[in-house]
């Protein structure tokens, strides 16, 4: 048995299904609060026909998220889904607050490619977003915020196999 490492997902890794896609043994440890940073899109992601997110210093902002706990022997398998290996995100480290006010250093992921002049989520993308926010019932307001995000009205098939 492998060390394990926390890892902060606050996109589509929300969601249990869509982590459990290429990371079959993540287990959920908690919901938590990312604090001086806020959630943005940014960098037309092929995969989901949109903008990407990513998390940005912002003092005062939060951003809400789940921490997954894996085997640190799968690690190769969250870093590609990130695309750590061909630059579009890399990996950081964060300390995250639990509602419970502990703090946990986790493994997060940041966006590199950067630029994007249409900065709107698929529907789909967005939509993975909210449906893991909801069903690990993070706070009401973030939930709301996230509801608030337009999306870019994208109507095609995606390339994540996701039930929405």
Excluded at 1 to 13: I, R
Excluded at 81 to 89: F, S
Excluded at 104 to 121: A, F, N, Q, T
Excluded at 123 to 151: H, T
Aim: hydrophobic content about 30%; charged content about 30%.
């Amino acid at each position: 048995m492998s060390p394990k490492l926390l890892y902060f997902a606050y996109g589509s890794n929300l969601l249990k299904e869509r982590i459990h896609i290429q990371n079959p043994t993540a287990v959920f440890k908690t919901t938590a609060r990312l604090d001086d940073y806020k959630l943005e899109f940014d960098f037309n992601s092929k995969r989901w026909h949109g903008a990407a997110a990513t998390v940005t210093e912002s003092p005062g902002s939060h951003v809400w998220g789940v921490v997954w706990e894996l085997e640190s022997d799968q690690l190769h398998h969250l870093d590609k889904q990130e695309g750590v290996e061909v630059g579009v995100y890399k990996p950081i480290e964060v300390k995250v607050t639990t509602p419970q006010n502990e703090e946990l250093d986790c493994r997060s992921y940041y966006l590199l490619k950067r630029g994007d002049k249409d900065r709107r989520p698929s529907p789909q993308y967005i939509g993975v977003i909210r449906k893991g926010a909801a069903e690990n019932n993070l706070p009401s307001d973030y939930v709301e915020f996230l509801r608030k995000i337009e999306d870019n009205g994208y109507q095609g098939e995606i390339e994540v196999k996701v039930n929405l």
